[in-house]
C-alpha cells in the first residue's frame, strides 16, 4: 500500500504505526524485516537490559474530524501525514543523548541524499550543538551492509552536493568513515556498539 | 469535544496536533493557553536562543485505513489513539537528557496522582538510571502556579500511595520540595530556569 505526502512523496506506514507488533525472535537472519523493525529490536533489548532507552516517535498526525462512539474508542476520521521535524529516535544510553535517523537503500554502490531531509540535517546540527551524539544508521539492503554514518561524515557529504559535487555517498567512504555494524545474535542490530565509537 | 481512550478516559487533542499554531507574542498573560502551548513556546524559544532542543512528542495513532486519492494528500480515514508507552517531553539541554511530562490540575490545594500514569513513572525512573534528567511540570491552573517536580519527588508520593497513603500531593510538599517556576517575559514559563537547580 503506497501512501503519499502532500509532497507526493510515497509513504509507507511503519509496522508499529499499523498493527501491534510481536516479534519476540532475535534471530540471525532479518527474514525480510523492514529496518525499522530491526531498530525495534534492538531498542527493546537494550531497555530491557537496562543498556539504553531509546524509542522511535510516533509520525506526526495533523487531526482534523474525530468520532466519539459511546462506549467504545474514539475513532480518528480524518487526517493528514504531517513532515516530521526532527529525526525518528532519540533517547538516552549511559548518560549521552542519542538522536538519529533510519534510511534504507537498494543501491548496491552509494547512498542517494536525497533520503536525507534538509530539516533533518539542520535538527542534527542543533542536537550536537548541545553535545547530543547524532548519526544516520544506514542500511544498504540489497547488500545487507550496515553503517553508522557520524554527523560530521553527512555534514561534509551534503555540504559537498550543495556546492555542486555528487548527490550521494558512495559505498568506499562509508568502508572508510562510517562505522559498520555487523549481524550478529541478541539484538540482530547492535548499533549501539558502533554508536559507542563515535562517543566523545 | 471530547474524545476517548480506549481505557474511556477523555482526551483533548492537543493546538500542536490539531492545526498549526502561530503563536509568536511572548506575553505575559497566559490568556488561556493550554499548559502545552505554554511549553511549546518555552521549546520555541529555547531553540530559537540554542539553549536548548526539546520537542513534544506526536500523539501515537494506530492507523487502520488510509485513502490516497490521486494528485493530493494521504488522507487517514480509521485511527485511534494509542496510550503513549512515554513521557510527552524529551530533548537535550547543555549536554543533559531532558525526559518529562506536563500536567494540569484545576484543585487549589493538591495535584491528584491519578493524573499521572504507572508507565511514565517506570519510564522516568529506567531514564534516570542512564542519567537522564527526569521530572514533571505541573501547574495549578485556578491558582496560577507552577512547579517542576524532581523525579524522586514524584516517586516518594507514588511510593506513599501505593502503600496506602493519601492519592494526592498537598500543594505545601510542593512549596516545600518542588522548584516553583514564576511567569516571566520571554518565554513566560521559562522552566528551564527550575530544571537549572535539579541538574547534578
Not at 100 to 125: G, I, R
Not at 165 to 173: A, D, F, H, T
Request: hydrophobic share 35%; aromatic share 12%; net charge positive.
Amino acid at each position: 500500500m503506497a501512501i503519499r505526502y502532500p509532497n507526493g512523496k510515497k509513504y509507507t506506514p511503519p509496522t508499529s504505526e499499523v498493527k501491534k507488533r510481536s516479534i519476540k525472535d532475535y534471530s540471525f537472519s532479518n527474514r525480510g524485516k523492514t529496518l525499522e523493525d530491526e531498530i525495534d529490536e534492538a531498542n527493546d533489548f537494550y531497555l530491557q537490559q537496562q543498556l539504553a532507552v531509546i524509542h522511535k516517535k510516533p509520525v506526526p498526525i495533523q487531526i482534523v474530524k474525530v468520532e466519539y462512539p459511546s462506549r467504545s474508542a474514539a475513532v480518528i476520521r480524518e487526517a493528514y501525514f504531517r513532515t516530521p521535524s526532527t529525526t525518528d529516535y532519540n533517547g538516552i544510553y549511559d548518560g549521552y543523548h542519542i538522536d538519529f535517523d533510519a534510511k534504507e537503500t537498494e543501491s548496491k554502490t552509494s547512498f542517494p541524499l536525497k533520503n536525507v531531509h534538509p530539516h533533518q540535517v539542520d535538527h542534527m546540527a542543533v542536537v550536537a550543538k548541545q553535545q547530543g551524539i547524532c548519526f544516520l544508521l544506514i542500511r544498504f539492503s540489497s547488500i545487507e551492509r550496515y553503517f553508522v554514518v557520524p554527523l560530521e561524515m553527512l555534514q561534509n557529504a551534503w555540504g559537498r552536493m550543495l556546492t555542486g559535487g555528487r548527490k550521494s555517498i558512495p559505498l568506499s567512504e562509508f568502508e572508510e568513515q562510517a562505522i559498520e555494524v555487523t549481524p550478529s545474535y541478541g539484538p540482530r542490530i547492535d548499533y549501539l556498539q558502533a554508536v559507542r565509537q563515535i562517543l566523545p
